[in-house]
C-alpha cells in the first residue's frame, strides 16, 4: 500500500511539473535579423533539440496558440514574427524567403540553440528550407505544415497576372476573397475563418504583395536539394501533396495527411494535428544519429 501511494504521488508530481512547464508564461526578446530589422521571439520550455515555428504569409506567431503550450512539455519551443508581420520590424525593402530565413537564422544564432528542428506553415515552409543551410550543422529536419504540395511546379506568371492586379487594386478585399474561397474545407468553423480572413487581408498590402510575388516565382526543387535535410511534411487533404515530386530533390521526403482539413489544419483540428507533430518528431528523433 505504501509503496502504491508512494508511486501515485510521484507521477502527480511529475504531471504537475510537466503541465506548470507547459503554461509558464513564455519569455520573449527581440534580436536585430541580418539587415537590422528587429524580430520578435518568444521562448518556452526547456531541452535540445528545439522547436522553431515559422507562421505562413500575412499572420503571426500567435497562430501557433494551439501548439505551443502542448509541445513545451517536452521540448524548447520558439515562435517567431517574421519581419513585416506581428512584433516584428517593418523596415525592410526586399520581402522574399530568402530574407525571411535571415530572420530565423537571426533567432537561432542568438538563442545559441544547438540543434533545432524548423517547422515551417505555408510559406513558412519555403522559409525555413531557406534556413536550414544558413544554419549549419543545427537542423535536424524541416516539417512544413500544408505546404510543398507541388515540388518543382512553378505557376505561369501570365496566370498570375489577374490575381497580382487584383491585389494592387484592392488588397483587402482579393486577400479576404481568396482566404474564404480557397483555405477551407466545408462546414469549417466560421468565426474561425472570419478570423483568419480578416488577419490576412488587414495586413500591409505592399509587404503582402511583395512577399506573394516571390514566393509565387520560388523555384523549390533546388532550395530542398541546397537545404540537404529530411523533409517531413503535415499536411490537410484540400490540397493533394505530389509526395514523389518531393523525393526528387529532399534528402528524405515524407508526408501525414491530416482528413477534412483546409490550410489552416493546426487551428482547425488542433488535438489531431499535435498527434500527427508528436509522431513525426518522435520519427525524427529516432532516426537521429
Avoid at 35 to 55: M, T, W
Amino acid at each position: 500500500m505504501k509503496k502504491f501511494l508512494f508511486v501515485s504521488l510521484t507521477l502527480c508530481f511529475v504531471l504537475g511539473m510537466t503541465l506548470a512547464r507547459a503554461e509558464e508564461k513564455p519569455a520573449l526578446g527581440t534580436v536585430k535579423s541580418a539587415d537590422g530589422v528587429e524580430i520578435r521571439y518568444e521562448v518556452r520550455g526547456s531541452g535540445n533539440p528545439a522547436l522553431v515555428f515559422v507562421h505562413c504569409w500575412q499572420c503571426d506567431r500567435s497562430y501557433w496558440e494551439q501548439q505551443l503550450p502542448h509541445f513545451a512539455a517536452k521540448y524548447t519551443v520558439v515562435a517567431l514574427d517574421l519581419a513585416g508581420h506581428g512584433e516584428s520590424g517593418h523596415n525592410r525593402t526586399v520581402w522574399s524567403p530568402e530574407t525571411y530565413a535571415r530572420d530565423v537564422q537571426a533567432v537561432v544564432e542568438h538563442l545559441k540553440l544547438p540543434q533545432v528542428i524548423l517547422i515551417g506553415h505555408s510559406m513558412g515552409g519555403p522559409v525555413v528550407a531557406e534556413a536550414a543551410p544558413l544554419l549549419p550543422g543545427k537542423v535536424l529536419a524541416i516539417i512544413g505544415i500544408d505546404t510543398f504540395n507541388n515540388i518543382g511546379q512553378i505557376p505561369d506568371p501570365k496566370q498570375m497576372e489577374p490575381f497580382f492586379a487584383a491585389m494592387k487594386a484592392n488588397f483587402a478585399a482579393t486577400t479576404d476573397g481568396f482566404i474564404r474561397g480557397m483555405m477551407f474545407p466545408a462546414g469549417a468553423d466560421p468565426a474561425l475563418v472570419d478570423r483568419i480572413a480578416r488577419d490576412m487581408s488587414s495586413g500591409p498590402a505592399d509587404i503582402g504583395i511583395a512577399s506573394m510575388e516571390s514566393l509565387w516565382k520560388l523555384n523549390l526543387g533546388p532550395v530542398l536539394e541546397q537545404a540537404g535535410v529530411p523533409v517531413y511534411c503535415v499536411n490537410a487533404d484540400k490540397f493533394p501533396t505530389d509526395t514523389a515530386a518531393g523525393q526528387k530533390h529532399a534528402k528524405l521526403f515524407k508526408v501525414r495527411i491530416l482528413p477534412g482539413t483546409g490550410h489552416f489544419l493546426f487551428l482547425e483540428k488542433p488535438g489531431e494535428f499535435n498527434k500527427l507533430l508528436d509522431e513525426t518528431l518522435a520519427e525524427i528523433l529516432t532516426a537521429k544519429p
